[in-house]
């Protein structure tokens, strides 16, 4: 089973550009009531699907090298990552259907 996990710009490139699974990657901020939205619906994905997908958050306030090096302008933005490199991203608060689709590019 999994859980979410944080990650800074110090582990960001251990923890998701070297990882050997696709890693979703929540780009998200404290001040951000969207964000919360996804949240609870990555943490049900991250039980349900914790085999075959990492899922991290990165504070963007507190993450900025991150967050400038993947053009990040809006909060929430969730893109996936497979072999080092983003897949896809979407920007906003979506359906739980549509994160496991965004996953399921990386897959």
Same mark, same amino acid.
């Given at each position: 089973? *999994?859980?979410? $996990? @944080?990650?800074?710009?110090?582990? !960001? ?7 050997? #699974?696709?890693?979703?990657?929540? !780009? %998200?901020? +404290? %001040?951000?009531?969207?964000? #919360?939205?996804?949240?609870? /619906? /990555? &943490?049900?994905?991250? $039980? +349900?699907? *914790? ?6 958050? /990165?504070?963007?306030? &507190?993450?900025? &090298?991150?967050? #400038?090096?993947?053009?990040?302008? $809006? ?5 996936? !990552?497979?072999? *080092? +490199?983003?897949?896809? $991203?979407? @920007? *906003?608060? #979506?359906?739980?259907?549509?994160? @496991?689709?965004?996953? &399921?590019?990386?897959?």
């Amino acid at each position: 089973m *999994g859980a979410t $996990s @944080v990650v800074t710009d110090a582990n !960001f490139v251990s923890d998701v550009l070297q990882s050997d #699974r696709p890693v979703l990657v929540d !780009f %998200w901020a +404290e %001040w951000c009531a969207p964000c #919360r939205k996804v949240d609870m /619906l /990555l &943490e049900e994905i991250a $039980s +349900e699907m *914790g085999d075959a997908v990492r899922i991290v958050k /990165l504070n963007i306030d &507190e993450n900025p &090298e991150t967050t #400038r090096a993947y053009r990040v302008m $809006s909060a929430p933005t969730l893109t996936v !990552f497979k072999g *080092g +490199e983003p897949v896809q $991203s979407i @920007v *906003g608060a #979506r359906p739980k259907s549509d994160l @496991v689709k965004l996953i &399921e590019t990386a897959l």
